[in-house]
């Protein structure tokens, strides 16, 4: 039980110290949960981004062209839409309350499934507002991200080609390498042991048609640091339409690939999360019904025959007296006590006694119909309620009842087991209350034992007959 509790706060640990922002969407749109980087980005309180959706009206989502996202163009709407993720959009964010544009790259995708109202949006920002007022010049912005390297269209085969003939400051900066120790030289120079070959097999083949590509590679520094690039190559032509040079224009995607990684394992652990949450209460909720089922047998059974109680047998006979007062039927009411009881229970012990009752239940249960009613009452008495065409019939059901117990418990190491009925009837033209119908069959029982036991009595003004 504590481990899933456990996981929990390890991820809410996780996400509310991560180093981007994260914000959760319900399958509505609105916000669920922002962590404190989220908060910071997005110049917010707690108080003011939970429970706001995609529809606010102080919010505005710009792309790259400062043009105003429509609502179903925001990522959160994208994703609710298409369940499809989003990776590294560049989007502008504008508030009522701030003249300045703060720029993030987003990552969006949903966690379950939106249809069936349990799934939600996740979406993070990452602050790339200072490198992307670097760039102020739009063909900078679209052309050449972070990083150009220029190298030559003829022999790319390895070892020696494709050639490189110019590199930017950013190449410079972020490989190690100057332009003078890289020109001449091959790109291949910047890959290393855990470079993938198909993403380098792919590249080759592309060049080798002269055509545009665009991968994710991973490359190593002057020093062996690794790095990610989005590589975008497009080839170079002449005034003649011939290519003669390729430029490969690429953006360091190192901390966004990292964050994402690092987002997949939250994700992943989150996932895991909630899958241990929805077995904690999956027990939990069949403990429950165990419990309630176990509440309501004791509620409504004799814990030692398992027949229905006395508050059991009183509700269900109402109901036998009601469909009884519906038809043309009349209803018996019967009382059954155990002959002799007190004295098995003094010469034989409780456990006898017990035995002795439980040899009565199994009787009724065998004797009886499916429709009949029938419990016990407490100590050695039972009691049967029965819908049954006429009064003679009834009497005559219940004597053999009374009969087939006689015979079953004849051979018992104490004494030979008999019972005494008592017995009431009620019609539609003499309709009784149950409480009264069960006073009438205890004074035919007593008539019963007067008469010497192990017989059936009827109930009758004048006394009744054995």
């Known amino acids: 039980m504590n481990v899933p509790s456990l996981e929990r706060v390890k991820l809410l640990n996780l996400l509310e110290n991560a180093n981007i922002g994260v914000v959760i969407h319900a399958?509505?749109?609105?916000?669920?949960?922002?962590?404190?980087v989220a908060l910071r980005l997005l110049r917010l309180t707690y108080n003011q981004i939970i429970g706001k959706d995609a529809l606010d009206p102080q919010w505005r989502f710009i792309d790259e062209h400062n043009n105003t996202l429509p609502v179903d163009d925001y990522p959160v709407s994208r994703v609710q839409r298409n369940q499809q993720p989003l990776y590294n959009e560049v989007l502008g964010v504008v508030d009522s309350q701030h003249q300045d544009i703060s720029w993030f790259s987003v990552n969006a995708y949903c966690e379950g499934d939106l249809r069936d109202g349990l799934g939600f949006i996740v979406v993070s920002f990452v602050d790339i507002t200072d490198k992307k007022n670097l760039f102020s010049f739009e063909d900078i912005l679209h052309n050449t991200q972070d990083i150009v390297v220029v190298t030559e269209a003829d022999n790319i085969d390895a070892p020696f080609g494709p050639?490189?003939?110019?590199?930017?400051?950013?190449?410079?900066?972020?490989?190690?390498?100057?332009?003078?120790?890289?020109?001449?030289?091959?790109?291949?120079?910047l890959q290393g042991k855990d470079t993938d070959r198909g993403t380098t097999a792919r590249i080759h083949a592309a060049l080798k048609r002269r055509e545009p590509c665009q991968?994710?590679?991973?490359?190593?520094?002057?020093t062996?640091?690794?790095?990610?690039?989005?590589?975008?190559?497009?080839?170079?032509?002449?005034?003649?339409?011939?290519?003669?040079?390729?430029?490969?224009?690429?953006?360091?995607?190192?901390?966004?690939?990292?964050?994402?990684?690092?987002?997949?394992?939250r994700n992943s652990d989150l996932r895991t999360l909630k899958q241990e949450l929805q077995n904690v209460l999956s027990e939990r909720t069949e403990a429950l019904r165990q419990s309630n089922t176990q509440l309501l047998r004791m509620a409504h059974e004799d814990p030692l025959t398992g027949l229905a109680n006395r508050?059991?047998?009183?509700?269900?006979?109402?109901?036998?007296?009601?469909?009884?007062?519906?038809?043309?039927?009349?209803?018996?009411?019967a009382i059954v006590d155990v002959d002799h009881f007190k004295r098995i229970n003094d010469q034989f012990g409780h456990d006898v006694g017990d035995q002795a009752l439980l040899r009565v239940a199994q009787a009724l249960r065998q004797g009886l119909r499916q429709e009949d009613v029938f419990g016990r009452l407490g100590g050695e008495e039972f009691a049967i309620s029965m819908l049954c065409p006429s009064r003679l019939i009834g009497?005559?059901?219940?004597?053999?009842?009374?009969?087939?117990?006689?015979?079953?418990?004849?051979?018992?190491?104490?004494?030979?087991?008999?019972?005494?009925?008592?017995l009431s009837f009620a019609d539609n033209q003499t309709p009784l209350a149950l409480e009264v119908l069960l006073k009438q069959a205890d004074q035919a029982l007593y008539q019963a034992k007067d008469a010497g036991r192990n017989r059936l009595c009827c109930f009758s003004p004048q006394g009744g007959e054995p």
């Not at 418990?409 to 009925?421: F, K, R």
Request: neutral net charge; hydrophobic residues 35%.
């Open 395 to 422: 009497e005559e059901s219940l004597d053999r009842l009374r009969e087939s117990i006689a015979q079953s418990c004849a051979e018992q190491d104490y004494a030979p087991l008999t019972v005494s009925i008592g």
């Open 163 to 189: 050639k490189i003939v110019y590199v930017n400051k950013a190449f410079e900066q972020l490989t190690g390498y100057s332009a003078k120790e890289v020109l001449g030289e091959t790109p291949r120079i």
């Open 311 to 333: 508050k059991a047998f009183f509700e269900q006979s109402q109901q036998q007296l009601a469909r009884m007062r519906r038809g043309a039927s009349c209803l018996a009411v």
């Open 27 to 36: 399958h509505d749109t609105s916000i669920v949960y922002a962590n404190p």
């Open 215 to 222: 991968e994710k590679i991973l490359n190593y520094s002057k």
């Open 224 to 265: 062996g640091q690794p790095y990610w690039l989005e590589l975008h190559i497009i080839p170079l032509k002449n005034r003649f339409g011939e290519v003669t040079h390729f430029a490969a224009i690429e953006r360091d995607v190192t901390l966004s690939t990292h964050y994402k990684a690092a987002l997949e394992q």
